[in-house]
């Protein structure tokens, strides 16, 4: 989804900048040699990590394999970074975070994964930082959605077909973000680092406002049309995962300021406004 939106971002902008998209059959971002030829190949000046392992629970049982992807890959990405003069953004989680505060997280708020997936994503913005303290960046978001995959409105959007009512979470809070808003960030960011008018570090990149899973669906029912009545309030424990969800993903947004750009808008307005995308997306 965010890949996609990002060179979308890139496009519209008609300028003469040369981007390239590598996929994993084309570049695996693990591969010291496979990375290193890659960039002597295309010399980028800015690099933008949207790969991920982001089956939550399929991380607890295969650490591992997650770590590969989510430690080793912004690893090798940022040694490569480093040797050859380029910016590194690279998108983290909200899963970073314990999940337990009563306040939104600031962007230096101490971390303290409870998943695997969360250990992982954590040590992939550790290998950034410190490996290029002047010129790496993390970009946490979370409740990512987006027309070019799979996702909780589109999975929404299907089942107001089916189904008569839905039970939703309604203790679990964070920001639903859609990936264009995410994109257009990371654009204005990398343009900004490469200016010298971004500090490097942590940046939130997640919608203003906050809500719960269930909120959000009611609000998916009303666009559609559809009685939000038909979305039932449920707790966790009805849904038990292999991973444990954080219970508050809110994130704070302050950071934008120092790099001159403004932060997302409200989750409200964004997901008005990617509706019918998501719609035709998912209803053809």
Request: with cysteine; net charge negative.
């Amino acid at each position: 989804m965010l890949g996609r939106d990002v060179l979308a971002r890139l496009a519209a902008e008609g300028t003469d900048a040369v981007v390239v998209a590598a996929d994993r059959a084309t570049l695996d971002i693990a591969d010291p040699a496979a990375v290193a030829a890659a960039f002597a190949e295309h010399r980028p000046a800015v690099v933008v990590n949207c790969a991920a392992w982001t089956a939550v629970d399929d991380a607890e049982s295969q650490e591992e394999a997650a770590l590969r992807v989510n430690g080793t890959g912004p690893q090798v990405l940022a040694e490569a970074c480093r040797e050859n003069g380029a910016v590194l953004l690279q998108v983290s989680t909200d899963y970073v975070f314990a999940g337990d505060a009563d306040k939104p997280y600031a962007e230096e708020a101490p971390t303290a994964p409870r998943s695997a997936y969360g250990r992982t994503k954590l040590a992939g913005e550790r290998a950034v930082l410190e490996t290029l303290p002047e010129t790496g960046y993390v970009v946490r978001t979370a409740w990512l959605y987006g027309a070019g995959g799979g996702n909780f409105v589109r999975t929404m959007i299907k089942l107001e077909g089916i189904k008569d009512t839905l039970d939703v979470v309604d203790d679990q809070r964070g920001q639903p973000t859609w990936t264009v808003d995410l994109a257009d960030r990371l654009v204005a960011l990398g343009r900004a680092a490469l200016a010298g008018d971004a500090p490097a570090g942590v940046y939130h990149g997640t919608s203003g406002g906050e809500t719960t899973w269930f909120g959000f669906t009611r609000e998916i029912f009303r666009l559609l049309g559809a009685d939000p009545e038909r979305v039932r309030p449920t707790t966790s424990e009805a849904f038990v995962r292999p991973a444990p969800r954080p219970a508050y993903s809110v994130l704070g947004h302050d950071r934008w300021s120092a790099a001159g750009i403004t932060p997302v808008r409200d989750w409200h307005e964004a997901l008005a406004e990617a509706f019918d995308a998501l719609v035709a997306a998912e209803r053809g």
